[in-house]
């Protein structure tokens, strides 16, 4: 029996076992599994004869497509590292995360790569860009090549280079509580145990369809992916406008399984469901934030016969917790217990495990804790520890340190063994599944040179969980013009991070003893 160690053999051990299996689809087009392994395997050859070397970055910057799939598994079996970048984040957004890793090929569109002219002037390491869309004329860029998508599968298959399952195979990028996004770095086996120990929860086999709404950038996005091509299920690309185009979706693909985020959730609900798609869609799920019990219960009213999975987890550890179906009635408001293959602990300040209805901090160890953020040793070390001596699972022979995810979340666990998530011990702004930082926020404000001093926190909202709100003060000598401002931000921020508020504050905002700005006194 093949084994699946690497994460491009989740496609490759599918495609021996039912190489006519449907695998992924897009549109009018699908590809069955021994399709999509060959053109894998021609993506992995044309990125080899790039001269790409083991462990290097290629990113991605691509709506969901055919393409982007095939990039980013042609890319691990190349023996490089795939970056997956959303395709709503800005030029300024990307080109900091095309800086941040290094990148040496960025696989994209041509009306994009139109947008990130200016930015990628800056990128020093990329030598070469790879269009979708084969335009007949190419452009060409300072210190890059450029060339078609049908050009680089147009290379004889090769082997690719020694990896194994603890070398990196992708960097995600999610936002911090401070300064920029940062990149999580993701070896084979995170991604592989992932892709086992979801699928083996939701029961995933394959006959399943997977609808992937949610963006690839996610990790709970790209585990669909990765839950499908590990049960030998097919996966449907959707880009959607319009939550309707969701439920279309559904009903056109006669999908079994959806995972989404909250505010999808809720919006899902104000529509009118046909009946009997219950038949069919045999789970729900949901990541990114609390499901919201009204909209649980409606939910519920839509799809008696289908299951629903309330979950929650960290990119840095790709999934913690699951509810069980059977349990949502009895505990409602419960995060679930550590899914297979994990364990989660909650632990004091001193390392000790809490008792029952205690609070602490949620700590994760196992397969799916990630490898540390891309050259950040300070936040490295912040997040990802030694498990304390004290902790369950360590024993005083045990030498060699186990490195643990320390969450940030206070939670507590119940004396059957259930969690329940209590609050953040950072300031993150989770708006629309997405997790925001203030500071990433107030950097692109002060980058305006549109307001003195300012402070960005978010505000409960009963669809999108936050909203982002501003309070600043104008700029020297001059006025703050706030429509003059969003709209600059609309500019310079993704949909999701422009602020729904600016109010102005006269005079300078309030300080703390230690003379920063007093961000709780403002929000209080």
């Known amino acids: 029996m093949a084994t699946t160690d690497l994460l491009h053999h989740l496609i490759q051990n599918s495609a021996e076992r039912d190489p006519d299996g ?27 004869a790039l001269g790409l070397a083991r462990g290097e970055r290629v990113a991605i910057y691509l709506d969901k497509r055919i393409e982007t ?38 696989i994209t569109s041509s009306s994009r ?46 082997g690719g280079l020694r990896v194994i399952d603890s070398d990196m195979a992708a960097i995600l990028y999610t936002s911090g509580s401070t300064g920029r996004p940062k990149g999580v770095v993701l ?117 008696p016969r289908t299951r629903p999975y309330l979950m929650y987890g960290l990119t840095e550890a790709f999934r913690a917790t699951y509810l069980p179906p059977e349990q949502v009635d009895q505990r409602p408001d419960s995060i679930g217990q550590a899914i297979p293959n994990a364990e989660v602990l909650v632990l004091r300040e001193d390392g000790s495990e809490c008792e029952p209805n205690e609070p602490g901090e949620l700590v994760q160890r196992g397969a799916l804790v990630a490898l540390g953020y891309w050259n950040d040793a ?11 001596s004290a902790a369950p699972g360590r024993q005083a022979g045990l030498v060699l340190p186990e490195i643990a995810v320390f969450s940030g979340d206070t939670v507590r666990r119940d004396e059957d063994g259930y969690l329940y998530f209590i609050g953040r011990r950072d300031e993150m702004i989770k708006t629309s599944g997405y997790r925001v ?20 926190f978010g505000v409960e909202h009963p669809t999108l969980g936050q909203t982002i709100a501003v309070i600043a003060t104008p700029p020297p000598n001059a006025r703050l013009d706030t429509d003059a401002l969003l709209a600059e931000c609309r500019q310079r921020m993704p949909g999701y991070m422009v602020p729904t508020r600016i109010d102005v504050h006269d005079g300078p905002l309030p300080r703390n003893p230690n003379g920063k700005i007093d961000r709780k006194a403002l929000i209080s």
């Open 22 to 48: 449907a695998a992924l689809s897009h549109a009018a087009t699908t590809l069955a599994y021994a399709e999509l392994a060959t053109a894998m395997a021609l993506c992995a050859a044309g990125i080899q």
């Open 69 to 106: 799939v095939i990039a980013c598994f042609g890319t691990t079996t190349a023996g490089g590292v795939f970056v997956p970048v959303n395709p709503i984040l800005k030029p300024a957004q990307v080109g900091h995360i095309l800086r941040d890793c290094n990148v040496r090929v960025l």
């Open 113 to 158: 790569l139109d947008t990130l002219r200016e930015t990628l002037a800056d990128c020093h390491d990329m030598r070469h860009v790879v269009l979708t869309d084969a335009p007949a004329t190419l452009p060409s860029l300072v210190g890059a090549s450029v060339q078609r998508w049908n050009d680089l599968l147009d290379v004889a298959a090769c």
């Open 187 to 303: 070896s084979h086996r995170n991604m592989v145990c992932g892709a086992k120990s979801v699928a083996q929860y939701l029961e995933n086999r394959a006959d399943d369809t997977l609808l992937a709404a949610l963006p690839l950038s996610f990790d709970a996005g790209f585990s669909q992916l990765t839950t499908a091509f590990h049960s030998g299920a097919r996966a449907v690309l959707l880009n959607y406008l319009l939550p309707r185009d969701v439920l279309k979706a559904l009903i056109r693909e006669q999908v079994t399984g959806l995972t989404a985020v909250p505010p999808l959730w809720i919006q899902l609900t104000q529509l009118d469901w046909p009946e009997g798609i219950d038949h069919h869609l045999r789970y729900i799920a949901n990541t990114g934030g609390r499901m919201p019990q009204d909209t649980l219960k409606k939910l519920r009213e839509r799809l």
């Open 378 to 388: 300070e936040r490295t070390a912040e997040r990802f520890r030694p498990l304390p």
């Open 437 to 456: 930082s203030p500071s990433e926020v107030e950097e692109i404000l002060y980058a305006t040179q549109m307001v003195g001093e300012c402070v960005a």
